[in-house]
C-alpha cells in the first residue's frame, strides 16, 4: 500500500493505492491519525488504485471517519470501483460514508 498526501484548498486528498488490509491498515490508522493530531479535520480519501479492501481496512477506516467526526470535520471517498466498491456495498458501508465519482466532486461537496 502507497499513500499519498495533497493539500488542497477544501480538503486533505488522502490517495491509497494497493491493498488496504490487517497488514497495512495499521499503517493506514497510524498516518491519518497524524494529519489528524497536526490540526486537519476535512478529508477526501482517493481509492482509485485501491485494489482490495478486507475487513480490516474498513475498520481502520471507520475508525478513522469517528475521529474526524469527533473533532467537526469530514471525511468523503472519491473513486470507489469494481471490488472494492462491492466491498463497500455489501458491508453497507457505502451508506455510512458520503462517497463520490471523482476526487473533484467531493472537494466541491466538502465546502
Keep these: 500500500m502507497t499513500i499519498e498526501i495533497k493539500k488542497e ?5 488522502v490517495k491509497v493505492a494497493g491493498r488496504l488490509d490487517a497488514v497495512t491498515a495499521p499503517e493506514y490508522e497510524k498516518k491519518v491519525n497524524e494529519l489528524i493530531a497536526d490540526g486537519e479535520i476535512n ?5 482509485e488504485q485501491l485494489e482490495y479492501i478486507s475487513s480490516a481496512g474498513l475498520r481502520a477506516l471507520l475508525a478513522t ?8 470535520g469530514k471525511i ?6 469494481g471490488g472494492v466498491k462491492e466491498v463497500f456495498d ?3 458501508f457505502g451508506t455510512i ?6 476526487v473533484a466532486s467531493a472537494l466541491s461537496a466538502s465546502v
Design 65 to 72: 471517519a469517528k475521529r474526524i467526526k469527533g473533532k467537526s
Design 43 to 47: 478529508f477526501v480519501v482517493d481509492f
Design 90 to 92: 455489501i458491508s453497507g
Design 76 to 81: 468523503l471517498l472519491a473513486n470507489i470501483k
Design 9 to 13: 484548498s477544501a480538503a486533505l486528498v
Design 97 to 102: 460514508f458520503p462517497m463520490h465519482d471523482s
